[in-house]
């Protein structure tokens, strides 16, 4: 069994199309989905955006599971220039599976093998991304890896971390991040983005262009994972 974990649906949704045999189950008050790609049985998970509800659901999850490997999916922000919207990023800091052989698999795709960091918070502005880039080497952000790391090195089970990027230094957020998702309530608040397009009407543009981003970086992350989960 491998286990697929994502912040959130809009990250997995295109993968959930590509299984086979889905069917939804509820163990110690964690919703999973299963389901299959070829003959590998896959299991997906959401653990929610931040620290707080991602190593609460990740401890549900682990009680009383076998998994032969996990794999932690889902969007990063670019902390650098060299990165692009639906680039794949691996990152060898956090995975403990053998990466030659998802780098093998993922070779026809336009992959990065790079250090990830695990932030508190959206970072939108380019002096902050050059800034943490610099204190720490890392090429990306995320919110959920590390905690999903620690996880897995408690229960001994193999993590592979294969991130898609979404936004970058130069192709960033539409609007400010507590306007785009609330962390508190683990969803963006459709009045409060109404409102603040009304607002400012000029980021209505640049909000079409982030759908367009974080769809380009759905599809390269799904035909990533299919490729690698079929092998793995």
Known sequence: MIAVMFALPAESSRFL???HNRSRSDRNGVATIGGKIGNR???????GVGEKVCRQRIANFFQNRQLDCLISAGFAG????Q?????LLL???FSTAELSKARSLLANLPIHVANLLTVPSMIDSNEERKRIARATGAAAVDMETEFIARACAEHGVPLLSLRAISDTPRQRFPAPPHVLFNIERQRT???????????HPTRLRGLIRFASQISR???ALTEALVAVATAL
């Open 17 to 19: 199309r590509r299984l």
């Open 41 to 47: 049985a896959i299991e997906i998970f959401h653990t």
């Open 78 to 81: 670019a902390l650098n220039d």
């Open 83 to 87: 990165l692009n919207v639906g680039d």
């Open 91 to 93: 990152a060898e800091n």
């Open 189 to 199: 608040s459709a009045m409060g983005l109404v409102l603040y397009l009304c607002k």
């Open 217 to 219: 970086a759905r599809e």
